[in-house]
C-alpha cells in the first residue's frame, strides 16, 4: 500500500498537511512524540475520509529513531512514496543565555533525524524511480537572523541540502521541494524554547498564515511538482526583496532593529 509518511504531524501544520493528504486519497503514516493527538487524529481521517491512517510514536531528538521509523514502516508493510519532513522545533534569545542540550536538540530534530530519514526513505523510492520528500523549512532559510541564531542556522542548513539533493535525485524521477513557511499560528511560538520574551516580541504584529492555509498552498506546490515554494504572498514578497541584499547587511539590520525592540545596548 502506498503512503504518504508526515513527521510533526499531531498538530500545527503537519496535523494540517496530514488533513490535506487524506482528503486527495492518500493513506497516511503519521509520526510525533503524543501517542493520544496521533491516535484521535488518525481515527478522525480514517473515519471522515475512509483512508487507512497509522501513527508511530517517535522522538526525532533521539538519532535512533528515524531507523525505527524506517523499520517499523517495512515491518508493517506499508510503502513509503511520499515523505514530509515537518517535524521541528526552535528557540529565540541570547544564544550565549540559551540551554545548549537543547539547542543541540535543534540541530538533532531539524537537521540530523530530517537527513536520516532522507537517507532511508530515498533508497526505496531511487529502486521504484518514483517518490516525492518534502522538507518543511522557514522563510528564515533565506535570511540571517540574531537571535535566532540555531534555528536560522538549521533551516539555512536545510535549504543548502535540500537544493543540492533535489538535483541528485532527478535522474531517478525521485522529486524533492523546500517548502518554506512564513511565521503561522501554531504552537511553535509557545515551546519552552520559545515562550520567553525573546519570541514574544519580536514576532508580534508579525503577517500570520494558519496552518490550514500553509498546508493549502503545500499542495498547490506538489501539484506543481516545484522544487522550491515560499508560503504566502508577503512572505515570498520579503525573501525577494532581501535576496537583494547582502545577507551580512541583513544581519547588522535586524541585529540592530532586535535589540532596539528588546532595550538591549
Ligand atoms: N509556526 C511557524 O511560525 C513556522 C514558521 C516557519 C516554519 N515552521 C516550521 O514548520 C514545521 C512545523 O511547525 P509547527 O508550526 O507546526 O510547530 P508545532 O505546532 O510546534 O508542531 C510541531 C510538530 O512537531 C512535533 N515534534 C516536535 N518535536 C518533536 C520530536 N522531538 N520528535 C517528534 N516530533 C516532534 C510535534 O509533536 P509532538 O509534540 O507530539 O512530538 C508537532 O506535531 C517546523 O519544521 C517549523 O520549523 C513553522
Redesign the pocket.
Known sequence: MKVTLI?????????AIAFEFAAKGHHLLL????KE??STICSELHVKFKIEAHYIT?????KN?PQFIYEESKRRGLSINILVN?????SSGEFYKNILDSEL?IIQ??NA?LVALSHYFVKDMIAKKSGYIIN?????AFIPSPYMAV?AGS?HFLKTFTYSFAEECKPYNVKVMLF????????????KENNNDWGKTL?ANSN?QT?EEVANELMIAFGKEKVFHVSGSKNRFFVKMTGLMSQRFIAKTFGKQKRNQMGLK
Open positions: 513527521t510533526g504531524a499531531s498538530g500545527g501544520i503537519g496535523k509520526v510525533a512524540r503524543n493527538k496521533l517517535a522522538d526525532l531528538c533521539d529513531s515537518n517535524a521541528g522545533k526552535g536538540e530534530l531539524n533525524s518543511i523549512a522557514s522563510m528564515i534555528y533551516k518554506s513557511p512564513g511565521l503561522t499560528t501554531s504552537n511553535f511560538m509557545n515551546t514576532t500570520t496552518p
